[in-house]
């Protein structure tokens, strides 16, 4: 299995443009997390989705991220408009059911706004 | 106030000899304590993953101990190698009926092994 694949990989924007995150699970896994990292920050979740349904948002900073999973191979993490502050590192992850799997996570994907 | 501390900060050790992190938290109701090793550049890779009911659970030089009743768990890496340079990150997931709880990270430890 290629394991978590998340796209792109790098992403310079300026403030005030649509940024838009991509990742692709791994294949039968049925969660799905979304996570930012900072230096300042560390490690937070932004959302998880069980069966392509979001299931807890809570960690969605404002109404700029969006987020959404189409099918179970793919999800999308929208931020309109970005801000600098939003600079940082998105990490997706995904897993099976329950709460005592492992999850895998992607490669990520740094994002810049100037 | 956050809910998970680990300490130290950042270490930096000399190759084959051991260490020990530590990850002391107050998240309530505990479902399950997990240790993540994160490269430079990389995404977090599971460690380890502990329920209230164990002890102690091992993933090759990597040994964590979880004490839930003075809600403590430590990280030990034996014999440590220049591969073990990393962020050790603890996180505390919080028991819910049926979905996977809520998340509290602790903002990590930063280990250096130099030859």
């Known amino acids: 299995d290629a394991g978590v694949i998340q796209s792109p990989r790098h992403e310079v924007t300026e403030m005030g443009q649509e940024v838009t995150l991509r990742c692709k699970p791994i294949s039968g896994h049925d969660y799905l997390f979304w996570y930012r990292q900072t230096m300042m920050r560390g490690l937070e979740l932004l959302i998880y989705f069980n069966n392509n349904v979001p299931i807890d948002d809570s960690g969605m900073p404002e109404d700029r991220f969006s987020a959404k999973m189409p099918n179970a191979s793919f999800s999308t993490l929208k931020i309109q408009p970005s801000e600098p502050r939003d600079s940082a590192v998105y990490f997706c992850?995904?897993?099976?059911?329950?709460?005592?799997?492992?999850?895998?996570f992607g490669p990520g994907t740094r994002l810049t706004v100037l | 106030k956050n809910q998970v501390e680990q300490s130290p900060q950042s270490l930096i050790i000399l190759e084959g000899k051991n260490c020990t992190l530590q990850?002391?938290?107050?998240?309530?109701?505990?479902?399950?304590l997990r240790w993540y090793k994160q490269d430079t550049g990389r995404g977090p890779v599971s460690l380890t993953i502990m329920t209230f009911s164990e002890n102690t659970k091992s993933n090759g030089r990597y040994t964590a101990t979880l004490d839930a009743d003075t809600k403590q768990s430590s990280l030990h890496i034996t014999a440590s190698q220049l591969s073990d340079s990393a962020s050790y990150i603890c996180v505390v997931i919080s028991m819910t009926t049926d979905s996977w709880g809520k998340f509290q990270f602790g903002a990590g430890t930063q280990v250096v092994v130099t030859p």
């Open positions: 990850c002391n938290y107050t998240v309530s109701p505990f479902s399950n």
């Open positions: 992850a995904s897993s099976f059911s329950r709460s005592g799997d492992t999850q895998y």
